[in-house]
């Protein structure tokens, strides 16, 4: 029985790990063209867009999935407009080209 745990435990771990390292940053840098319109080809935005380049891929992740959910809101809602068709696959994907970037 205890092993049985101690196994479904395990599993539940590795799923977890797999499922937070799934982003492409290969496949990200194909998604990112409107992402550029704002924040720059290299990432690293301006005076009014954040610079992603560079950033944490679970914070870029998480706040694109806020971004989704409403609940970060974005004044402009213009981020709105760009995440309202990725799924979360996506999602890890840009994200994990943006961490992959030199941020400077």
């Known amino acids: 029985m205890m092993k049985s745990i101690m196994t479904l435990l ?3 771990f590795l799923a977890t790990t797999i499922a937070q390292a799934g982003g492409d940053p290969d496949r990200g840098s194909g998604l990112s ?3 550029a319109d704002c924040h720059g080809e290299d990432g690293m935005g301006d005076d009014e867009s954040p610079q992603l380049a560079g950033r944490e891929e679970a914070y870029l992740f998480a706040q ?4 989704k959910s409403g609940e970060r809101p974005n004044e402009a809602d213009m981020m709105l407009l760009i995440v309202e068709d990725l799924n979360e696959q996506d999602m890890a994907d840009l994200a994990a080209y943006y961490a992959s970037r030199d941020g400077g």
């Open 64 to 67: 694109l999935k806020a971004f």
């Open 33 to 35: 063209g409107d992402c």
């Open 10 to 12: 395990f599993a539940l």
